[in-house]
């Protein structure tokens, strides 16, 4: 885990993600915690990993989510070089539809 983000509070927040039971319960805790706008950027930025992990260009990418080409190079950075925590929710997430 990233030191930068490492506290209680982070760790608080963290066990009240995992404590959702399902697409309602997500719905009703990510509308209150987030505003709007922080809510569309963390969904676009999820939506621009997928669509990396299908080799999709930054053109199409851009064009379908709306993300500007630094915000899907930081998606793509993060995907090649950080925690591996997209790969690791997409790889379920296919997983489970399967």
């Known amino acids: 885990m ?3 983000i490492s506290s209680d ?3 608080n927040l963290f066990q009240a993600v995992l404590s959702l039971e399902n697409v309602e319960e997500c719905h009703a805790f990510f509308e209150d915690i987030c505003t709007i706008n922080e ?7 999820y939506e621009v990993a997928r ?6 260009t930054y053109l199409e990418i851009a064009a379908k989510t709306g ?3 630094a915000t899907i190079s930081r998606v793509n950075r993060s995907l090649n070089y950080g ?3 997209y790969n690791l929710v997409m790889d379920r997430v296919e ?4």
């Not at 809510?39 to 930025?45: D, E, G, I, V």
């Open 51 to 56: 669509m990396l992990r299908e080799k999709k």
């Open 95 to 98: 997983k489970k539809q399967q």
């Open 83 to 85: 925690n591996d925590g």
């Open 9 to 11: 509070a982070v760790e």
């Open 39 to 45: 809510l569309l950027s963390l969904s676009q930025r």
């Open 67 to 69: 993300a500007s080409t």
């Open 2 to 4: 990233n030191k930068k």
